[in-house]
């Protein structure tokens, strides 16, 4: 296994730990679950950097990377509902976009083509960097941070549609 794969499985290991130490009342517990949720976004960005920069890219991690987005995703905006920290008509917003983009992915993968078929947009990856923005607010409650929600609806939502109408355009074909 590589080093962007090791990288991007970390993400997907920070998960429950996340979850653990957010939703267990412990001292300073909403900084250090800030503070994994950082890690987990400077993770997504390296190693995707780590794979281009060293030519790592690799099928298992074309399919682990977009998976650890839509986990770390959902985990930490439901962990932010359940907490009532977050509007759940946002989390309708977040979950939707995710399985939608997840579903497509599974009928690419499933039907034997290669999953970048359908690559990611900036809308997409603007939308991340503003969900991990708008998280990491709520989380650590830093209000000054959570006009990002207003960033983050509108971006996650071109994402989803643009998403939607690649794939749409694909299956077409």
Known sequence: ????????????????????????????????AGLLIFISAATD???GYVARTFNQT?????????????LTMIAVFVALAINRLLPVWFLAVIIGREV??????????????DVQIIKSSKFGKFATVALY???FAYIVKWEA???FIFLAIPLTIISGVDYSLKAYSYFLK
């Open 45 to 47: 960005f390296l190693d």
């Open 145 to 147: 941070l959570q006009f």
């Open 58 to 70: 690799s099928e298992l991690g074309r399919l682990l990377d977009p998976l650890a987005d839509k």
């Open 133 to 135: 923005i708008t998280a």
């Open 100 to 113: 939608i983009i997840l579903a497509g992915a599974l009928l690419v993968y499933f039907r034997k083509d």
């Open 1 to 32: 296994m590589n080093m962007a794969n090791k990288l991007t499985l970390s993400r997907i290991l920070i998960i429950p730990i996340f979850l653990v130490v957010f939703l267990i009342e412990l001292p300073y517990h909403r900084l250090i």
